[in-house]
């Protein structure tokens, strides 16, 4: 069993940065791809980004592309996403997922294991 725990979120200004961390256990890092989603009220869930190994990365909206970083730690099993310059409509849920094997994850249904989320509010 794999287990993913988020931290990092909280209630921050527009324009603020955050970095979000996922921390994993349970299973080798290194053998899944990893990625952020996000859920805003009364909103479905949607993709952010995924990595799979270092360097190798794509992203969701293009509104994220240019602020959003996902990177990774194999030494510490951990998953990160910086996010600069925050924006109102980032307000959501944020979950980290995981997926078993060298392909991202970009739907909902590739995902093998869910963290619990970790909330971003971003006032104006």
């Known amino acids: 069993q794999v287990q993913l725990v988020e931290s990092g979120g909280g209630l921050v200004q527009a324009g603020d940065s955050l970095r979000l961390s996922c921390t994993v256990s349970?299973?080798?890092?290194?053998?899944?791809?990893m990625g952020w989603f996000r859920q805003a009220p009364g909103k479905e869930r949607e993709f952010v980004a995924s990595?799979?190994?270092?360097?190798?990365?794509?992203y969701g909206a293009d509104s994220v592309k240019d602020r959003f970083t996902i990177s990774r730690n194999d030494a510490q099993s951990t998953l990160y996403l910086l996010m600069n310059n925050l924006k109102p409509e980032d307000t959501a849920v944020y979950y980290c997922?995981?997926?078993?094997?060298?392909?991202?994850?970009?739907?909902?249904?590739?995902?093998?294991?869910w963290g619990q989320g970790t909330q971003v509010t971003v006032s104006s």
């Open positions: 997922a995981a997926r078993y094997g060298a392909r991202h994850v970009i739907s909902q249904k590739d995902v093998d294991y």
């Open positions: 349970g299973r080798t890092f290194s053998l899944y791809a």
């Open positions: 990595i799979r190994y270092i360097g190798d990365t794509t």
